[in-house]
């Protein structure tokens, strides 16, 4: 698959799949307990969480076609 096109289909499935998570995120974020300390601390890991998922699809994006079809020896 050429880099272009796996770029496209990255782009394609990440910025749907963000805007979902962020708002799956903040309704989550609604039914934590009222207490500023405890919605901080689930914001700032639900903020930090997307980024793992991202970074594959990222590597995905940037890895290189493999040169060869079949197996050599």
Same mark, same amino acid.
């Given at each position: 698959?050429?880099?272009?096109?796996?770029? *496209?289909?990255?782009?394609?499935?990440? @910025?749907? #799949?963000? $805007?979902?998570?962020?708002f799956? /995120?903040?309704? %989550?974020?609604?039914?934590?307990?009222?207490?500023? *300390?405890?919605?901080?601390?689930?914001? @700032?890991? #639900?903020? $930090?969480?997307?980024?793992?998922? /991202?970074r594959? %699809?990222?590597?995905?994006?940037?890895?290189?076609?493999?040169?060869?079809?079949?197996?050599?020896?």
């Amino acid at each position: 698959m050429s880099p272009r096109l796996k770029k *496209l289909i990255g782009f394609t499935l990440f @910025l749907p #799949a963000l $805007i979902l998570y962020f708002f799956a /995120a903040a309704a %989550l974020g609604e039914l934590v307990p009222n207490m500023q *300390l405890l919605k901080a601390v689930y914001y @700032l890991a #639900a903020g $930090i969480a997307w980024a793992f998922p /991202a970074r594959y %699809l990222m590597q995905w994006m940037e890895r290189e076609p493999s040169k060869h079809k079949g197996l050599e020896r």
